[in-house]
């Protein structure tokens, strides 16, 4: 029996995989986040550690037969957060998140600081990744930055807390903007620029290799085996794919989750920075992936059900596949609530809806929000194009891929086939059981299988050819607003 722990930004999930490779059951516990000034975004590690203790007990009591059967864990995490340890490994400060922006000035300063960062990274120096988060702190809080032991990223501080050893792998570490991607290991060059070094860092060891062993006092606690064996684990995004079976070079997903993720595995490392196009390592050995990137996806429709006090499923039941007349009464929303990063690496950019009228209804405005994620999608699908990457079908994962709806409206305005899978909203945590079954010696052929097909959604031109012009109006809205 293999456990997979993904820690997400709003919830910790937890997933029991058997080793014929079949969910045998999941749990959760919610998480909160902070935004205690404008552009912030933060989390308290200890907060992750109580959800996964909580989602722990939930899965054992449901599954008491299979729970004692666990021999590996595997991690799935948020990516790019800031975990700042002093010399006794205690928490320096909040957790700085992936979608916290107030590091922007500090982009322009590792640009200058590396020049090759581009090249040896292979991505912008944007305010949601590691690097300049540690030369904000530097800034603005000195003796924080002073008693800097160890960073880490957000699944190892859980590793940290499993098994006593500070280890990361490279599909992570590459949002951090430290890691020689090409290589997979830490550029001294580049952790110079932000005056930190390689014993600050966690050992890196591949995704689906052993990392550590459970603690034994918490194996007993958990009522877990002696040589329960943790493995490296994986980035959110990364170990989504796994879960997918989305490994081999051309193979391609959307993530439709907190964030929105259009991913798709090389079997080189091929950056294109220009295009605010994210290229890192895959979570298997010699697989890369290149990646696009917006920040807010999903989590723009709960934001649109506190605004107006409802629940996803009454708004989305209000929404017809025959929906002209919706349409015709929907405004533009761009969804940029927490800034965005491709194509626009923009941290300052505003959510907006544009073009309300007095017969904009509430359906009219959930239509818009859903379009203007999948509008976002498109914009992320034509920097990859621009990057040389070249898809017709995409699987789709993530929170959001439960609306056929949704699923629908993002092949018409994509133009290609969505396939959504069996079990695909698990996403991250089946991932990390899956890389904890090849840490404890499975094979990549017979573990990384693609779930079966439950639906597929195919575009349709004529619904395509009315998106159209609305895509374009998304766009000049945005190129319009953005000096303002």
């Excluded at 969804?335 to 505003?350: I, K, M, S, W």
Aim: hydrophobic share 45%; charged share 20%; aromatic share 6%.
């Amino acid at each position: 029996m293999f456990l997979g722990i993904d820690l997400g930004t709003s919830e910790v999930k937890l997933l029991l995989l058997d080793k014929g490779g079949s969910v045998v059951g999941q749990a959760g516990a919610a998480l909160d986040l902070q935004r205690p000034q404008p552009l912030w975004s933060e989390q308290d590690p200890a907060a992750w550690w109580r959800a996964t203790g909580t989602a722990v007990a939930t899965l054992r009591e449901r599954h008491a037969q299979a729970w004692p059967l666990v021999s590996a864990i595997g991690l799935s995490g948020q990516m790019h957060g800031a975990v700042l340890l002093g010399g006794g490994d205690e928490v320096l400060r909040p957790a700085i998140l992936w979608n916290d922006g107030r590091s922007h000035a500090e982009c322009a300063e590792l640009e200058a600081a590396a020049p090759r960062l581009h090249d040896i990274a292979g991505n912008l120096a944007m305010p949601g990744f590691t690097a300049p988060k540690l030369l904000w702190v530097r800034r603005h809080e000195p003796e924080i930055f002073a008693r800097v032991k160890t960073v880490l990223l957000p699944k190892d501080w859980l590793r940290l807390q499993l098994c006593g050893d500070k280890v990361s792998d490279p599909s992570d570490a590459a949002g951090t903007l430290w890691l020689d991607v090409a290589r997979r290991d830490w550029s001294d060059e580049l952790l110079a620029a932000c005056g930190l070094t390689r014993a600050q860092m966690s050992r890196l060891v591949e995704a689906s290799e052993p990392s550590g062993v459970l603690k034994p006092e918490l194996a007993r606690a958990w009522g877990l085996g002696p040589e329960v064996v943790i493995a490296g684990g994986a980035g959110d995004n990364a170990a989504s794919a796994i879960g997918i079976g989305t490994v081999a070079p051309g193979d391609g997903f959307i993530s439709l989750g907190t964030s929105g993720v259009l991913f798709v595995v090389n079997d080189r490392f091929a950056p294109n920075p220009a295009s605010a196009v994210h290229a890192f390592c895959h979570a298997l050995p010699q697989r890369w992936h290149q990646m696009s990137v917006m920040l807010s996806a999903a989590s723009c429709l709960r934001w649109f059900c506190t605004l107006v006090g409802s629940d996803e499923a009454t708004l989305l039941a209000e929404l017809s596949p025959d929906d002209s007349a919706v349409i015709d009464l929907a405004p533009i929303f761009l969804p940029y609530l927490a800034g965005e990063r491709t194509p626009h690496n923009d941290p300052f950019a505003p959510g907006v809806f544009f073009g309300l009228t007095p017969a904009s209804n509430r359906a009219a405005c959930t239509y818009a929000v859903l379009e203007g994620v999948a509008f976002g999608l498109a914009d992320g699908l034509d920097a990859l194009r621009a990057a040389g990457t070249e898809v017709s079908t995409l699987s789709l994962v993530g929170g959001g891929a439960r609306s056929a709806y949704w699923a629908q409206l993002i092949a018409d305005a994509l133009g290609v086939d969505i396939l959504v899978h069996a079990g695909s909203e698990a996403g991250g945590a089946l991932g990390a059981a899956r890389l904890a079954w090849l840490a404890a010696g499975g094979q990549v052929d017979a573990v990384c299988t693609r779930p079966a097909v439950a639906a597929r959604h195919r575009p349709n031109p004529e619904r395509h050819a009315r998106l159209t012009p609305r895509l374009a109006r998304f766009r000049d809205l945005y190129r319009r607003l953005r000096g303002a």
